[in-house]
């Protein structure tokens, strides 16, 4: 694995001196190799991850099972392609199980979500049904173990 890729994925975040001094590079030389990454397709972004109490008082996210109908439709990947142009949608993977597609979501409130389903999802040509999941608390997020710190234990995140 690209050693200032095995860096960004494992450590905490640095910036490209940073980064240059612990392989022995010029942050010239970080930034022309973080540039290739992008390029080639394999960087797609680098962003903090927040706790998700912190979020949880601003955002509500959601999983979304979707069923699919793919005849006449272009298929999966075409019906995911259209999924995933919405603003609300965070990721869609193809699945399999039950249902054929996982959506992660994030809106204002419930009602946005609900709102999302009823007016957006449902009405795309070859999508059978749906199943909304809410997210209520979360115990670990993107590798990192949450903390209860700030939050009650005895409420889900999402309560007041």
């Known amino acids: 694995?690209?050693?200032?890729?095995?860096?960004?994925?494992?450590g905490e975040p640095l910036d490209t001196a940073q980064i240059g001094k612990i392989l022995n590079l010029g942050a010239e030389a970080v930034d022309r190799e973080l540039a290739s990454l992008r390029t080639q397709?394999?960087?797609?972004?680098?962003?903090?991850?927040?706790?998700?109490?912190?979020?949880?008082?601003?955002?509500?996210?959601?999983?979304?099972?979707?069923k699919?109908?793919?005849?006449?439709?272009?298929?999966?990947?075409?019906?995911?392609?259209?999924?995933?142009?919405?603003?609300?949608v965070e990721s869609c993977f193809l699945m399999s199980g039950g249902y054929d597609l996982l959506v992660v979501v994030?809106?204002?409130?419930?009602?946005?979500?609900?709102?999302f389903v009823h007016e957006r999802l449902a009405r795309i040509e070859g999508v059978q049904g749906t199943s909304t999941h809410f997210f209520l608390r979360a115990y670990?997020?993107?590798?990192?173990?949450?903390?209860?710190?700030?939050?009650?234990?005895?409420?889900?995140?999402?309560?007041?």
């Open 68 to 88: 699919i109908r793919t005849e006449g439709t272009g298929g999966f990947d075409g019906i995911a392609e259209r999924i995933s142009q919405f603003e609300q």
């Open 41 to 66: 397709g394999i960087l797609l972004g680098m962003r903090a991850v927040l706790n998700p109490s912190y979020e949880a008082e601003r955002r509500v996210r959601a999983v979304i099972e979707i």
């Open 1 to 10: 694995m690209n050693n200032v890729l095995k860096l960004l994925l494992e």
């Open 106 to 115: 994030t809106a204002d409130n419930l009602y946005k979500v609900a709102g």
């Open 140 to 160: 670990k997020k993107d590798g990192f173990v949450v903390t209860d710190e700030g939050t009650r234990r005895d409420q889900p995140s999402v309560s007041p």
